[in-house]
């Protein structure tokens, strides 16, 4: 039997979040999981919660054993601690424009920074991505009309470039 790990995971969809336990080869980065996920159908998770925005009143997480969600429908992902995969960027920093950048996706916003080649334009750089996830360094998270709902910070995330609106700051 091969060895797995354990990564904490966050899933956005419209009006939803949720997270909990993926559980990987221990030899395939969750990164790469994320970025090489085109044939992913559904996405799993074990001691799972889930908040669901549309219902109203408090913001309680339902639990799960066990969730599995349409990886289609995700809009956006972010690792959880305490085992946060760094995410290399330093070969993209040199000769590199740092754009401070609002995501929008469903009722998020995702306000963050993203670096890409200081010979492309954004337009040029949103044309070229091959990958179905833009990310997004120094994150932070907002829902769009619930203020009860933390920001939550994360170093990265990964945002779904079909499901995106982007505003440069």
Known sequence: MEEQKISKIMLYQESQIFWGDL????NISPIHYIHNSQSL???SLL???LINFKRGGELKPVSYSELHIPFQKVLAVHFL?????KYDTSSDVKKSNNFQIDITVGDFIFRGNL???NQLSMIQYIKMQSSKFLTLSDVRIIHQTR???NKIATPYAFINMSEAIIGLH
Do not use: H
């Open 41 to 43: 159908t559904f996405i």
């Open 147 to 149: 203020k009860d709902f």
């Open 81 to 85: 601690p305490p085992n946060i995969e």
């Open 115 to 117: 670096i890409f080649s």
């Open 23 to 26: 559980i990987l080869n221990a």
């Open 47 to 49: 001691n799972a919660k």
